[in-house]
């Protein structure tokens, strides 16, 4: 198992318990506990998880800006049921951008090559789903985020700032429903979304309920910026 598999492994075990022994994760993973300290090691330097004697837990600044393996395996019938339906929007033919959610990647589950799309992504693993679905996709540049499987940052934005798309898909970490504002914890990302909306013709806002209450630091927009909204519950 690669170490980056390890890591995303020990993130969903952490999510499930709060707390294990180093002694359970070595079992578990079957490898060494020296291997898993040297993981955890690199997890505690990067804000994701805290390390006590003989085991560790998930950091509680570690859930703002949650791993992608961790936000892929949460509310997935929820999220599915989400992104059919904004895959309803999508005609032939379509220029489309698609954010770094995991919401937003279901989409890429019910759409065919016979499409003929044209698809902009800055997350790796969505775009990564596509071309095995025989999609063509188009990456934008950036720094890897390796946690979040995304790029961002100059380049990204730049790029970005060179297409238009007839819709964009869109989610995010939280969303005020008493102020209408759509928050997240990523500076970076929520640039990139605030370029993909003036780039496009119509922005599709994907939300699932237990996102509703949440504040981040990062004002992405209000909802009412948003063409449409898709979510499992009335806002």
């Known amino acids: 198992m690669l170490q980056k598999e390890r890591q995303d492994q ?14 359970e994760l070595a079992g578990e993973i079957f490898v060494s506990t020296a291997t898993i300290r040297r993981d955890l090691k690199i997890l505690e330097q990067q804000g994701l998880v805290h390390l006590s004697y003989g085991g560790v837990s998930l950091s509680q600044s570690g859930r703002k800006n949650v ?15 989400i992104a059919q339906r904004a895959a309803t929007l999508i005609q032939p033919h379509d220029t489309i951008i698609m954010d770094g959610s995991s919401t937003v990647q279901h989409i890429a589950e019910f759409l065919t090559p016979d499409m003929d799309l044209t698809i902009f ?8 789903l596509l071309a ?8 934008l540049g950036g720094q890897y985020q390796l946690h979040s499987a995304v790029t961002t940052g100059y380049f990204a ?10 819709l964009c898909f ?5 969303l005020n429903t008493e102020t209408g504002f759509i928050t997240d914890s990523s500076a970076e990302e929520t640039r990139l ?5 003036r780039q ?7 939300c699932d309920s237990s996102k509703f209450g949440q504040n981040h630091p990062f004002i992405l927009a209000n909802i009412r910026e948003m063409d449409e909204i898709i979510s499992d519950e009335n806002i």
């Open 10 to 23: 020990l993130l969903k075990i952490l999510q499930e318990r709060r707390y294990a022994s180093i002694t």
């Open 67 to 81: 791993p992608l393996p961790l936000r892929q395996a949460e509310h997935v019938a929820v999220k599915q049921r």
């Open 121 to 128: 992504t800055y997350c790796v693993d969505t775009a990564a």
């Open 132 to 139: 095995r679905k025989n999609i063509p996709v188009h990456c």
């Open 157 to 166: 934005e730049k790029n970005a700032e060179m297409i238009t798309a007839d």
């Open 170 to 174: 869109l989610s995010s970490q939280g």
């Open 193 to 197: 979304r605030q370029i993909f909306m």
């Open 200 to 206: 496009s013709k119509r922005r599709i806002f994907l």
